[in-house]
């Protein structure tokens, strides 16, 4: 049984952070409507959903991918580089609590959730504005006893490594070359996003499905020829605060 830990829309999510993205206004119902139709979709590809109400005073407070790295072992509370985001965390901790021993990244340490994609024993680390060395060396070592090796890599033109590559198949990754390079990883099979889609890499692997937001086709197709089919969700509200799908959720085998 897979777990899925989430929270509603705040109604000031129109005051985000954002970082490549220009400030457009967000319509806050239909941001509510479209992180529904998300729960849902987790729902149906198995996952047990748990529903946190908003913290309408932090903006963000709906990206709980960023507060938390959730290993089998362990959960690592992260301490988010945009300070604006660093008192999120403390009640995904209250949920957390009970299903993993905690840990934390300490001062000066930043790392944000949207920067880690674990693939098997291996825990890749973007080192993004939002994620310091130090906080990377922190994960690695409150990890490397339960036998992960933390590998940090170089990106640019996107706020987390999760903007730029995640793994769509048991192997296999979706990348955008432009703000990531693919010999970051060797010995995967790489599938590139389609050149006039650079946000749509982001992908969420729940169990053995996939969840891709519905507005990138092309590069959908792509995937469809590779034998990788998804279950899409529209998330053009949470787009626009630069969010897409990892983002909305912490997801743990338990
Ligand atoms: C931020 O800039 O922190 C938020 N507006 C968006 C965070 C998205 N998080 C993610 O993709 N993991």
Request: net charge negative.
């Amino acid at each position: 049984m897979l777990t899925a830990i989430t929270r509603d829309v705040s109604a000031s999510l129109g005051n985000c952070e954002l970082s490549f993205v220009p400030r457009v206004d967000i319509d806050p119902e239909l941001a509510h409507e479209q992180h529904e139709s998300y729960r849902r979709a987790l729902a149906e590809m198995g996952c047990r959903v748990i529903a946190m109400p908003a913290e309408d005073h932090l903006p963000d407070a709906v990206f709980v991918e960023d507060v938390a790295v959730v290993l089998d072992e362990l959960a690592v509370l992260t301490r988010p580089g945009a300070t604006s985001r660093q008192s999120e965390g403390a009640s995904v901790a209250s949920i957390l609590i009970e299903y993993r021993p905690l840990r934390s990244i300490e001062a000066p340490g930043t790392l944000e959730g949207g920067d880690v994609m674990r693939v098997g024993r291996v825990i890749y680390v973007g080192q993004s504005a939002r994620t310091n060395t130090s906080g990377i060396e922190q994960l690695a070592n409150l990890v490397s006893g339960h036998g992960y090796t933390v590998q940090a890599v170089p990106m640019r033109g996107c706020l987390h490594l999760k903007s730029a590559v995640t793994l769509v198949a048991d192997n296999t990754l979706l990348l955008n070359p432009d703000w990531v390079d693919r010999e970051n990883f060797p010995g995967f099979r790489i599938i590139e996003v389609d050149p006039d889609e650079p946000h749509a890499a982001n992908t969420l692997r729940v169990g053995t499905g996939v969840i891709h937001p519905s507005c990138f086709p092309r590069t959908q197709q792509r995937l469809a020829q590779a034998g990788i089919g998804v279950t899409t969700v529209d998330v053009s509200e949470l787009q626009k605060a630069e969010g897409a799908v990892t983002c909305c959720s912490l997801i743990l085998g338990a």
